[in-house]
């Protein structure tokens, strides 16, 4: 139930997003779709027989349909890649990806977590490897460009 409720939230947060971006003039394609870019990243955002899919793809899909926009194109790169056609504005929105520096100088983050994701370091029980001195990141997508 609470994921359910999380997933309707982010939604509609996308929705303001989207409808307030779309309002300062995002350089929509001749068609009036979105241009979305993102990595293969199971269960979230991934290809199946040539189909976006996932969680995310679900969430952007409808939050984009409710806008009014005659939909999204989602194109899937190498994480640099994606990051750079979204930077020099060949898409119109990188998808997915967790909050940096670098991505701050030149776009726009919502303020609200699309999915919330938790990573954990496992190793075999008496294994002699100290985890305490280790980094800690809660997003794949947050390291540099």
């Known amino acids: 139930m609470l994921t359910f409720r999380f ?7 996308l929705i303001i997003l989207f409808g307030a971006s779309v309002k300062q003039g995002w350089a929509l394609d001749e068609t009036g779709r979105l241009k ?6 199971p ?6 027989n040539g189909i976006p899919t996932g969680i995310a793809v679900d969430i952007l899909q409808e939050a984009t349909r409710r806008s009014g926009l005659r939909g999204v194109d989602i194109t899937f790169f190498p994480w640099k890649r ?4 979204t930077e020099t504005g060949k898409m119109d ?13 030149w776009g726009l ?5 699309l999915i919330m994701q938790e990573y954990f370091l496992f190793t075999r029980r008496g294994e002699n490897l100290a985890t305490t001195c ?12």
């Open 7 to 13: 997933l309707r939230i982010s939604v509609l947060l």
């Open 36 to 41: 979305a870019t993102t990595l293969h990243y």
């Open 43 to 48: 269960p979230y955002e991934y290809e199946f």
């Open 82 to 85: 994606a990051v750079f056609a």
């Open 93 to 105: 929105v990188l998808f997915n990806a967790g909050v940096n520096e670098a991505r701050k100088k």
């Open 109 to 113: 983050y919502s303020k609200h977590t």
């Open 134 to 145: 280790l980094l800690y990141t809660s997003d794949a997508a947050d390291e540099e460009d």
